[in-house]
């Protein structure tokens, strides 16, 4: 078996965990999320831990069993304590407003981006206004949204500055690169000594 996929799950008691045939639904604090299963997968509830079965040891049926037991997992993590990705805006004069639902960003463009934030997943920007913080139930959703908006503006990798230009995340490490003079100039110092 698969080693990830015959892990059990433990399940908190502020966790509920409903099971209709291939529907699992979790319910805790944060929310309700669900996940059909493919076909032979089978999830059952067993004092207090989550088990998730395969029906035989087919290629297909192996490569699914640890991927929906690691998604039912983080079911069960998400609506328990939630997720959260964190990002950071950098560059002068960059920042981000938060109105209700809409997220403004003035990112270096001739207009402000607006970006309405979808249900579920909550955003919060600090008071400097260069730092989000995405969190959510869903990990998934938090990702995609997490990505969506940085894909506004990327961090840059030719800006001189300390810090990147553009958004990224607090945990990402964006390698900086010479430029063509700077590239240039050496090209031709090394062509130049032969």
Do not use: C
């Not at 950098?90 to 639902?101: D, E, S």
């Not at 913080?133 to 969506?148: F, I, L, N």
């Not at 840059?156 to 230009?165: D, F, I, M, R, T």
């Amino acid at each position: 078996m698969s080693r990830l996929g015959k892990k059990p799950i433990p399940v908190s008691d502020k966790v509920k965990v409903s099971i209709q045939g291939p529907l699992v639904s979790v319910t805790g604090p944060l929310g309700q999320l669900s996940r059909t299963l493919p076909e032979g997968l089978t999830a059952h509830l067993d004092k207090g831990v989550l088990v998730v079965d395969r029906r035989d040891d087919s290629t297909r049926q192996r490569s699914l069993h640890g991927t929906f037991r690691k998604l039912l997992s983080n079911m069960v993590e998400g609506s328990l304590s939630g997720f959260t990705k964190e990002l950071k805006i950098g560059g002068v004069g960059f920042r981000a407003t938060l109105t209700g639902n809409d997220l403004s960003m003035t990112l270096g463009f001739s207009h402000p981006i607006h970006y309405t934030i979808p249900a579920g997943i909550k955003v919060t920007v600090d008071a400097k206004q260069t730092g989000l913080v995405v969190q959510g139930a869903d990990k998934e959703r938090v990702g995609q949204v997490a990505a969506e908006i940085r894909r506004f503006r990327r961090p840059g990798v030719y800006w001189a500055n300390n810090e990147p230009v553009g958004i990224r995340y607090t945990t990402e490490h964006v390698r900086r690169k010479a430029g063509k003079a700077a590239a240039g100039a050496t090209g031709a110092a090394g062509g130049a000594k032969k």
